[in-house]
């Protein structure tokens, strides 16, 4: 056990929130993925001696989460990733393990050993943008858009919000920029899309604002090796086939869906579709759109007749389809093979209804003319298996 005085001599040297961060530095350096929010709070919690109920208790972020879930699953892989990372660094020999209980004492040894604790050098932190949303923390970067987590100090009480700042400055981005941002607007309101706020432009950049949604991405939860329970994975199809009714009924594709734009939200595990329009379109003119994220690229989901530009309605649903299968399978879209007509064979490779599995093999077909046309008709074949 640390003693208190031990703690606060050791907070003269790094707060917990340094102590995080630093962490997350040496993290990024090492695996180009910034640690999540929910494992930031499990360091903080842990370098103040807090239980995992404590933490639950005491950091909003933490709050919708099972005690058991945080302690045996998040912080589990979370020792695991820091135990690889400060071996690498060479602060930890072979034989040692990261664990709560060390964790000071592993940051202490970095310090010792000439590693500098960041220096809070991004000018956007504490920034004021547009005389009303106070920036207060960096969320995550992409190739595409660095996202920070803001204050509305125009609103009581100061809600959160979020401030996506786009990477690319072009002519080109700001054409798509602007044209995208009107769909997103006319899109509309929908529970289980963030509202988009504001957007605007400062400094050269391309700015949107959105409501905050408190979640973690799906990706979190897609792990090689774990395959989901056929009842979860039916959960998670009619959940985000409800999403896209709404906006294919408007005509609107998403075209980018993968499990980082999918987020499962804190207060009700239900999900929440993100990122649509303006930035997905700027990607993929200028990228290849070989983002990395867990479990596959985005290029896993995009189906053939997107990929040589003439996305539909239906492309989405192929996307939703090889995420059920990816759950189903517990297996990386890359990982499963085709057939000599193009269709994933997968079957065999778990447990699964036949019902269900029809359904997921017509989302996926090749032939986009074969497929459901549109999230309606994916949505009523779903909620036929659960009725
Ligand atoms: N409204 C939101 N609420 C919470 N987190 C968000 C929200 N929008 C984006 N994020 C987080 O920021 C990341 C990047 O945002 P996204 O819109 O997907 O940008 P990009 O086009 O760069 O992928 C997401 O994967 C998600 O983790
Ligand atoms: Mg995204």
Request: aromatic share 8%; charged share 25%; hydrophobic share 35%.
């Amino acid at each position: 056990m640390v003693s208190l005085s031990t703690i606060s001599l050791k907070y003269e040297v790094m707060t917990p929130d340094e102590a995080s961060n630093f962490l997350d530095n040496l993290v990024y350096q090492q695996t180009a993925e910034h640690l999540t929010r929910l494992e930031q709070s499990i360091i903080r919690g842990v370098l103040q001696c807090w239980t995992y109920k404590e933490i639950k208790e005491n950091d909003p972020i933490a709050r919708g989460y099972e005690i058991g879930y945080l302690g045996r699953y998040v912080a589990y892989h979370l020792w695991k990733k820091l135990t690889k990372v400060l071996r690498q660094a060479g602060i930890i020999n072979q034989e040692e393990r990261v664990v709560a209980a060390n964790l000071w004492d592993c940051i202490m040894r970095a310090l010792q050993q000439g590693m500098q604790p960041p220096k809070s050098t991004d000018p956007m932190l504490d920034k004021l943008m547009r005389m009303r949303y106070r920036i207060t923390e960096h969320l995550v970067s992409t190739d595409y858009s660095d996202t920070y987590l803001a204050e509305d100090e125009n609103l009581p009480d100061r809600p959160f919000c979020l401030v996506k700042r786009l990477k690319s400055q072009s002519a080109r981005t700001s054409q798509m920029f602007d044209r995208e941002s009107r769909v997103l607007y006319r899109l509309g309101k929908h529970d289980r899309i963030p509202e988009l706020l504001a957007r605007f432009e400062e400094d050269g950049y391309f700015y949107l604002v959105y409501e905050f949604v408190e979640g973690q991405p799906i990706a979190q939860e897609l792990i090689e090796g774990k395959p989901w329970e056929e009842q979860r994975v039916i959960a998670l199809l009619q959940d985000i086939l409800e999403i896209l009714v709404f906006v294919h009924k408007q005509d609107i594709i998403h075209r980018d869906l993968h499990p980082q734009n999918l987020i499962e939200r804190t207060s009700d595990r239900k999900i929440v579709l993100i990122d649509f329009g303006a930035v997905k379109e700027i990607n993929t003119s200028q990228n290849s759109g070989q983002t990395k994220s867990h479990g596959g690229t985005q290029q896993d989901y995009i189906p053939p007749e997107q990929a040589i530009g003439s996305p539909r309605l239906c492309s989405d649903i192929y996307a939703v389809g090889i995420l059920g299968i990816q759950a189903l399978t517990g297996m990386r879209p890359k990982q499963l093979r085709v057939d000599n007509k193009g269709n994933l064979m997968w079957r065999d490779r778990t447990k699964v209804s036949p019902q269900l599995a029809d359904i997921l093999d017509k989302m996926v077909l090749y032939a986009f003319g074969e497929r459901y046309p549109s999230a309606v008709e994916a949505l009523q074949a779903i909620q036929k298996l659960v009725s």
